[in-house]
């Protein structure tokens, strides 16, 4: 009779050593990737449709209007009244934004000692506004930066920004509101 031969077999001892240099290496490359590719996410509010034939003149709401032109940037309280106006630096491509926020901290602080709570804002843009001039107005609109006991917070002024076109408009109409923003 024939016998069938056995085979010894080997256990084969499983050699992991290099692919767990590899997730050691790896794992915390992608942790990086993806702190890197983080998406920051604006929340806008859209203004109501509001029915304004039924409202009284006097219980209209004043709006604040934040109108961004190439050669400057007027602020209106309420919507016809000229605030302010933010000449653009022509050095330095972009507006004074330290006098942006001052104007919006007072313009808050008056609003509080009227004790009127207005969170709402309205930026209005031309066509040609870049980017990242928008993200700007929108950052400064929205908080500053306080120091509160000795630590860097984030102070909250105007945080529910509606965005919309801002008129088009000539050379003497800016050169108006100019003149109107000197003589206040």
């Not at 997730?23 to 029915?51: A, G």
Request: no cysteine; net charge negative; proline share 4%.
């Amino acid at each position: 009779m024939f016998r069938k031969q056995r085979i010894k077999r080997e256990e084969v001892e499983l050699d992991i050593t290099s692919f767990m240099n590899l997730m050691i290496v790896l794992v915390p490359v992608l942790l990086m990737m993806m702190v890197f590719s983080h998406i920051t996410i604006l929340d806008l509010k859209l203004p109501q449709l509001s029915d304004t034939t039924q409202q009284p003149l006097s219980d209209e709401p004043k709006n604040i209007e934040i109108m961004v032109f190439k050669e400057q940037i007027e602020i209106y309280y309420p919507q016809t009244h000229l605030l302010k106006v933010i000449p653009a630096d022509a050095d330095a491509d972009g507006y004074d934004y330290d006098l942006f926020v001052n104007t919006l901290k007072q313009l808050k602080a008056a609003l509080l000692s009227e004790s009127i709570e207005k969170k709402d804002i309205s930026l209005l843009l031309q066509e040609d506004t870049d980017y990242q001039t928008i993200i700007s107005l929108m950052d400064k609109t929205r908080s500053y930066k306080a120091v509160v006991v000795a630590s860097v917070v984030d102070a909250e002024l105007f945080p529910e920004i509606s965005l919309g076109d801002a008129p088009v408009r000539t050379e003497s109409a800016a050169l108006t509101a100019s003149s109107q923003e000197v003589r206040q």
